[in-house]
């Protein structure tokens, strides 16, 4: 029994520098996180926008968080249409969610605008400007449950068709229709090695 300690104690610690690495990793995340639990909402007009929007665009975006004494990102420029995609690239801390949360309407910008269909988004209320933006955060969970529960997340009340028109959007639904139980497909931690490729 005294020969196997050894074994034992360096299973039981072999995990602590991945938690370790971890933790580092998610100071600056949780430090931001409890910033926002004080942060002021930006302003909320009561302007609702029209559905389907086909183009965003931000034009010479800079972007501070409250309090902060200077701006995270400067002189940003983009343009997407329908059915485009853009890739934020860029080492931890370079400003990638700074940029989402300010086209998300988390955040206003503190100079340049961000046009929704040629709209201002300061002109528009939050949630209608969420409702029109997809985006995919690096790290993303799926619930142990079906396809089509994870996707009703975002819409509890969506059709099955919408479900589909929604994969179609987002080029998925070839991936879908080779799955067996299509959106009662199975996913998450525990079925998700036939799901993630």
Not at 96 to 101: E, G, P, Q, R
Not at 186 to 193: D, I, L, P
């Amino acid at each position: 029994m005294l020969a196997l300690t050894p074994l034992a104690t360096a299973e039981l610690v072999a995990g602590l520098p991945e938690a370790a690495q971890r933790l580092l990793g998610a100071s600056g995340s949780a430090r931001r996180l409890a910033e926002l639990d004080v942060l002021p909402a930006p302003s909320a007009p009561a302007t609702a926008l029209a559905p389907a929007a086909t183009q965003l665009a931000a034009e010479r975006l800079a972007v501070r968080w409250p309090g902060a004494p200077a701006d995270a990102v400067q002189d940003i420029d983009l343009r997407l249409g329908h059915g485009r995609r853009l890739a934020l690239t860029g080492r931890s801390g370079a400003g990638k969610s700074t940029v989402i949360a300010a086209l998300m309407r988390y955040l206003d910008p503190s100079a340049g605008r961000i046009l929704l269909n040629g709209t201002n988004t300061l002109t528009c209320d939050g949630d209608s400007v969420r409702s029109q933006i997809a985006w995919c955060e690096p790290e993303t969970h799926l619930f142990d449950s079906t396809l089509r529960e994870n996707l009703r997340l975002a819409r509890p009340s969506a059709s099955d068709a919408e479900l589909w028109t929604a994969l179609g959007r987002a080029q998925l639904s070839g991936w879908l229709s080779h799955l067996p139980d299509g959106l009662g497909h199975g996913v998450g931690h525990t079925r998700s090695a036939g799901v993630r490729r």
